[in-house]
């Protein structure tokens, strides 16, 4: 009876052995990696930013060029070797009443995604139409025509990744091809990703900034990022300027718990992040 409780046991721990090694074997299902992004407006900043920014988890920053050379590929190779994706940031609010300027800068995008090994993961645009020096007295015509170059672009490019930074104001309804919307609405529908620029310095207002559209994303199937701001400002309700980096993270931490998990955060810009008291 001895020997077959022995056997019994031995039994047990083999089929233990074999369960675990199996539950290793098979593969883990892989959860969707939610963006943090920053913007890169600099792009002669040493690589101790670059550091700064993975020491930090970031995982996309948003990297402004005007030149597609050997200095854009080697930096989007070093941030590629630490599982960062690097978007082109371009943008001139002329561009909503010139398309070709707009034309001339994707064509040189494209022309570096085909000869360059090291290459973007896509297109960020900062195109603000509230830059218009008559923004104000034509702000319907401004915002239409913001509308009609979003359309525009997701009609002739559909293959290339496409963003856009919007201010949290953009309520006003507009018409195009005879639908009424909400500006903010056209844009996410035009975009595979949208930046919300909800700058305020706490988790609270933030989320309240962004009700809307958090709201118009989710029952569309988008997604959005919601951002905050580093940079001194007048207005210091806009930004973690005075508050500092400890205070900002916890507010970011919190924000993570509230809004949809697809959601993404980002962070204007780099360099005063990074310089940003502790």
């Given at each position: 009876?001895?020997?077959?409780?022995?056997?019994?046991?031995i039994?047990?721990l083999?089929l233990?052995?074999?369960?675990?090694?199996?539950l290793?074997?098979?593969?883990?299902?892989?959860?969707?990696?939610?963006?943090f992004?920053?913007?890169?407006?600099n792009?002669?900043?040493?690589?101790?930013?670059?550091?700064?920014?993975?020491?930090?988890?970031?995982?996309?920053?948003?990297?402004?060029?005007?030149?597609?050379?050997?200095?854009?590929?080697?930096?989007?190779k070093?941030?590629?070797?630490?599982?960062?994706?690097?978007?082109l940031?371009?943008?001139?609010?002329?561009?909503?009443e010139?398309?070709?300027?707009?034309?001339?800068?994707?064509?040189?995008?494209?022309?570096?995604q085909?000869?360059?090994?090291?290459?973007?993961?896509?297109?960020?645009?900062?195109?603000?139409?509230?830059?218009?020096?008559?923004f104000?007295?034509?702000?319907?015509?401004?915002?239409?025509?913001f509308?009609?170059?979003?359309a525009?672009?997701?009609?002739?490019?559909?293959?290339?990744?496409?963003?856009?930074?919007?201010?949290?104001?953009?309520?006003?309804?507009?018409?195009?091809q005879?639908?009424?919307?909400?500006?903010?609405e056209?844009?996410?529908?035009?975009?595979?990703?949208?930046?919300?620029?909800?700058?305020?310095?706490?988790?609270?207002?933030?989320?309240?900034?962004?009700?809307?559209e958090?709201?118009?994303a989710?029952?569309?199937?988008?997604?959005?990022?919601?951002?905050?701001?580093?940079?001194?400002?007048?207005?210091?309700?806009?930004?973690?300027?005075?508050?500092g980096?400890?205070y900002?993270?916890?507010?970011?931490?919190?924000?993570?718990?509230?809004?949809?998990s697809n959601?993404?955060?980002?962070?204007?810009h780099?360099?005063?992040?990074?310089?940003?008291?502790?």
């Amino acid at each position: 009876m001895k020997s077959k409780g022995i056997v019994i046991l031995i039994t047990i721990l083999l089929l233990m052995s074999i369960a675990i090694f199996v539950l290793f074997l098979i593969p883990k299902e892989k959860t969707q990696q939610t963006s943090f992004g920053v913007w890169w407006w600099n792009n002669r900043l040493d690589n101790s930013y670059l550091d700064f920014a993975s020491d930090n988890d970031i995982n996309e920053i948003y990297y402004y060029t005007s030149s597609f050379d050997d200095k854009t590929n080697n930096f989007i190779k070093l941030a590629n070797s630490k599982n960062i994706k690097v978007f082109l940031l371009t943008g001139e609010y002329q561009w909503i009443e010139n398309f070709t300027d707009l034309e001339n800068t994707i064509n040189k995008y494209i022309e570096y995604q085909n000869n360059y090994p090291n290459k973007f993961a896509g297109i960020h645009f900062d195109i603000e139409p509230h830059q218009f020096p008559d923004f104000e007295e034509n702000k319907l015509t401004r915002l239409t025509q913001f509308v009609e170059m979003t359309a525009k672009v997701k009609k002739l490019y559909p293959n290339i990744w496409i963003e856009y930074d919007i201010p949290v104001w953009m309520h006003d309804k507009v018409t195009y091809q005879n639908i009424t919307k909400k500006t903010y609405e056209f844009i996410i529908d035009n975009s595979n990703k949208v930046t919300l620029m909800s700058y305020r310095d706490s988790c609270e207002e933030i989320y309240k900034s962004a009700k809307d559209e958090i709201e118009y994303a989710v029952e569309n199937n988008k997604i959005l990022n919601l951002s905050v701001e580093t940079s001194q400002n007048d207005e210091s309700f806009i930004t973690f300027y005075e508050e500092g980096k400890t205070y900002m993270y916890n507010e970011l931490n919190k924000l993570k718990k509230i809004i949809p998990s697809n959601f993404g955060i980002a962070i204007h810009h780099i360099y005063t992040w990074y310089n940003l008291k502790q």
